[in-house]
């Protein structure tokens, strides 16, 4: 099973290191649906190159492994929390990147930027004059030999505000500064965390993955963040956070259901961090039931690429990867996305079952519903797009994968995924 110990990430992080925008939309006849679902021997259910395992339970959280028929073993891209852990990657607020000289006093229409794709909405946050960083876009630097895969929803951990990535990013392995489109997730802040409260919450990322810190390390980590930086990866936003983001909903949305989902959880705070849901001894200890019983039954999945998620028997979203490798780095922030949807939720008043028939079903319309549109995003990933009645789904291959001639499509791609309208 792959896992990622915080201690391992805190500990190499010791040492300082030195927005989206849609292109024309061509709406396409939906191919011809795929064949009906056929259950296998083993309670399974095959659907195109996809085998859909048997339910793994937990509460009122269900997870159906998607496992590819054919082996998908490559792994070309490097992910964030890698990144950060063997400090390959650096993120920063715009201008306290190495080398930048400081940023002029924001004007009002960087303080209420949002990332080029989505309409702008109006943002209460006062920056200081004389003070670097730009809401909606962090720059980062990748100092490593693999394009650096970003996924949309990914939060990101310092500087002066919590941030998520607002759209699929592919960074080349070139060591240049790229800016990136990006969300606020932390509303009431727009300074640096104190010392003790930064050290209290990495504190705690550290014990939620089994790992420990020593406080030298944590200190020396919190006085990152107080030059800009962003130290590391803090989970995923919920299913309609990362809804939101994919479909260009706005920060207001986002913010909106940033403040919805603490209420919910448990977790509203000082500054609206939806990091808090993590950070917060209280909250994320409720998580860790549902991650000690789910991560690693379908992490060992065989030939795993995805997982579709039902919270209280409704399918909710999900989510398939290019490859296995690339599923298992990302699997575990996933989860705990998907088992903060299910703290939120509560217990259902009726006990609904929900079937691999229904999985199927989900997934046949994720990659067969409704008509296609493609664009591209800033930096020429080619982003399919489908709504049908009642999913909404992604899919955004490289473009290298087409250059070489690859067959793309839902799943097939880098990352695809699928949320229930």
Known sequence: MFRISWWMLLACLIAPAGGPSAGA???????????????????????????????????????????????????????????????????????????????????????????????????????????????????????????????????????????????????APDQKPVKIGVFCVEQGRWSARGGSQTVQELHVLAENSGGTADRRTLHRLAQETQRGKFVAPAGSLDKKGRQAVQEGKGQGQVWSNVSRTNVASGASNASSAFTANYTRPDTSKKLQVYLKELQAPVDGHSQVVGAIVAVNGKVEAVDVFQSTPLFRKLWPKLLQSHALDAVAAGKPKTKTVCTVQDAAKFLDDAMHGGKEEKSKTKGGLAVSKRDSERVSSFSVAAPSRSAQGGKGGFGKDVHSSGYSK
């Open 25 to 171: 939309k061509e709406p396409q006849e939906s191919p011809s649906p795929a064949s009906p679902p056929a259950t296998g021997p083993a309670g399974e259910v095959a659907l195109d190159d996809f085998v859909i395992g048997k339910p793994i339970i937990c509460r009122n959280l269900t997870v159906f492994p998607v496992a590819s028929k054919t082996p998908r073993t490559e792994d070309p891209y490097l992910t964030l929390d890698e990144g950060l852990k063997s400090k390959l990657v650096e993120v920063y607020e715009v201008g306290a990147e190495p080398g930048a000289a400081e940023a002029p006093a924001p004007s009002s229409a960087r303080q209420t930027a949002s990332p080029s794709n989505v309409q702008q909405e109006s943002a209460p946050v006062q920056m200081p004059a004389g003070y670097y960083g730009d809401v909606n876009h962090l720059v980062v630097i990748n100092r490593s030999k693999k394009p650096l895969y970003l996924m949309p929803g990914e939060i990101i951990y310092g500087g002066k505000q919590d941030r998520c990535v607002g759209e699929e990013c592919l960074i």
